[in-house]
């Protein structure tokens, strides 16, 4: 068996396509350009990489982006009125925190401070909340387990026999931005799902016995292809730099999965970089587009 790779640059491409036609329309029709504001703490390189590739992806799709840079001390009070001045701005329809945070910071209670209706992380916890309850449907859904949703739904249309639904998921990882949010999708969408994390026995086994298999635990080739249910679907979440002195750059990035090995037993899987990543910065601009439509009705 050789696995199908499941595109997410592709994916993305053709969401930030509709995206970028909606805003047109929205502009031309309604004169609004939505409007996104990424707030950012400290000087992580990583974090200053991923708001500058937002900050790109804005422009190419005719959404408005408001860059907060902030220094690292700031206060839990600074942070907090910073947000409420862009709950009241009526150009900015949603609010991203660049995670993590320093130390000093609660996370959650930053979070909650953004409004509602510019949640566009679906990170608030009430957003969260909704999502984990049955018949009630969030404002925003977080961007990443959005998009593996989105990878698996094409998974659905190029493999023969498999449907979400009935299927049993195996999600490794338990974080608040990625593992919890995705195990209650993959519930909302009739999935049984088993979580998989740091103190679970026998990770192997229970990785085996999942068609669906969703890696956010950010450890480089910690799921080995050996573990996989032949016919498994794996979406990698993961991204970690390894060193690689061979390599032009001196690293290279590697996902959860065992890659080569799990492309022998897996029906379809995706690519890292090049799968998760895309869908994430895509489905955040969709969200800033709904974050316009909530305000204009």
């Given at each position: 068996?050789?696995?199908?790779?499941?595109?997410?640059?592709?994916?993305?491409?053709?969401?930030?396509?509709?995206?970028?036609?909606?805003?047109?329309?929205?502009?031309?029709?309604?004169?609004?350009?939505?409007?996104?504001?990424?707030?950012?703490?400290?000087?992580?390189?990583?974090?200053?990489?991923?708001?500058?590739?937002?900050?790109?992806?804005?422009?190419?799709?005719?959404?408005?982006?408001?860059?907060?840079?902030?220094?690292?001390?700031?206060?839990?009070?600074?942070?907090?009125?910073?947000?409420?001045?862009?709950?009241?701005?009526?150009?900015?329809?949603?609010?991203?925190?660049?995670?993590?945070?320093?130390?000093?910071?609660?996370?959650?209670?930053?979070?909650?401070?953004?409004?509602?209706?510019?949640?566009?992380?679906?990170?608030?916890?009430i957003n969260i909340g909704r999502l984990a309850m049955k018949g009630r449907e969030p404002e925003f859904i977080p961007a990443t387990p959005y998009g593996c949703m989105i990878l698996l739904q094409e998974a659905e249309r190029l493999v023969q026999g498999f449907k979400i639904?009935?299927?049993?998921?195996?999600?490794?990882?338990?974080?608040?931005?990625?593992?919890?949010?995705?195990?209650?999708?993959?519930?909302?969408?009739?999935?049984?799902?088993?979580?998989?994390?740091?103190?679970?026995?026998?990770?192997?086994?229970?990785?085996?016995?999942?068609?669906?298999?969703?890696?956010?635990?950010?450890?480089?080739?910690?799921?080995?292809?050996?573990?996989?249910?032949?016919?498994?679907?794996?979406?990698?979440?993961?991204?970690?730099?390894?060193?690689?002195?061979?390599?032009?750059k001196g690293y290279i990035w590697k996902g959860d999965f065992e890659a080569e090995a799990a492309k022998k037993r897996a029906a379809a899987i995706t690519p890292v970089p090049g799968g998760v990543g895309p869908m994430t910065i895509a489905i955040l601009l969709k969200n800033?587009?709904?974050?316009?439509?909530?305000?204009?009705?």
């Open positions: 068996m050789s696995a199908i790779i499941l595109d997410g640059k592709a994916i993305a491409k053709r969401i930030q396509d509709e995206v970028k036609d909606a805003v047109a329309k929205m502009s031309r029709e309604k004169g609004v350009v939505p409007g996104l504001a990424a707030v950012l703490v400290g000087e992580n390189p990583a974090s200053q990489m991923y708001v500058k590739m937002k900050r790109n992806r804005c422009e190419e799709v005719g959404i408005e982006s408001f860059g907060y840079e902030k220094p690292a001390d700031i206060t839990q009070e600074e942070l907090e009125e910073l947000i409420n001045e862009l709950n009241r701005d009526p150009k900015v329809h949603g609010i991203l925190i660049q995670l993590p945070l320093p130390d000093h910071i609660d996370t959650d209670k930053a979070l909650q401070t953004i409004s509602l209706d510019k949640d566009v992380d679906g990170f608030h916890p639904s009935g299927s049993n998921a195996v999600v490794c990882g338990r974080s608040n931005i990625v593992g919890m949010p995705m195990s209650l999708l993959l519930v909302k969408a009739n999935a049984t799902v088993t979580i998989v994390h740091s103190r679970t026995k026998n990770i192997p086994e229970i990785v085996g016995k999942g068609d669906i298999v969703i890696g956010a635990m950010g450890r480089a080739e910690m799921i080995k292809g050996e573990w996989l249910k032949e016919g498994a679907i794996c979406i990698d979440v993961a991204t970690v730099k390894v060193d690689a002195p061979e390599a032009p800033t587009l709904h974050g316009a439509e909530l305000a204009l009705s």
